[in-house]
């Protein structure tokens, strides 16, 4: 199975975390594409943007990380090509904060496209709990 793991990428924390994340669920036999990693980002900016569509439409998920007060424009960007697609579309938040769009911390609109939100808001989470969430829900609903 594919993964397109959509995340914001424009801070060392933010980069490091999705590369743990990408690399454990590699070694549960998952196929992840990770922009920040998969892309050539000496491309110009239109070859950058087909790259990853392309890579969401060949995906069988895309696992959207939704941290933050808001979630990232380019991020919904790939999870509403992957929604149109009749891709899967899982949202993941580790975020405690309540965010711009209340207790969820999810924008209506944005949780309207994914098949769920996994939401792991809890301060002593780790990436193993994540990853085993996140695999988890993989194999219960047959991904």
Same mark, same amino acid.
């Given at each position: 199975m594919k993964i397109y793991l959509a995340a914001p990428l424009f801070t060392v924390a933010? $980069?490091?975390?999705?590369?743990?994340?990408?690399?454990?669920?590699?070694?549960?036999?998952?196929e992840v594409f990770l922009p920040q990693e998969d892309v050539n980002n000496d491309s110009e900016s239109e070859q950058i943007f087909e790259e990853c569509l392309?890579?969401? $439409?060949e995906s069988d998920v895309v696992l959207a990380v939704l941290d933050g007060l808001q979630a990232d424009a380019g991020v919904c960007v790939e999870m509403a090509i992957a929604y149109e697609c009749g891709k899967t579309v899982i949202g993941l938040r580790t975020d405690f904060r309540p965010g711009a769009e209340g207790d969820s911390g999810v924008n209506i609109m944005v949780g309207g496209i994914c098949d769920d939100v996994l939401n792991w808001a809890e301060f002593d989470l780790n990436l193993e709990d994540v990853v085993k969430g996140v695999s988890g829900y993989l194999k219960e609903y047959g991904k």
């Open positions: 933010e $980069r490091m975390f999705n590369k743990a994340l990408a690399l454990e669920l590699e070694g549960l036999g998952y392309d890579n969401v $439409r």
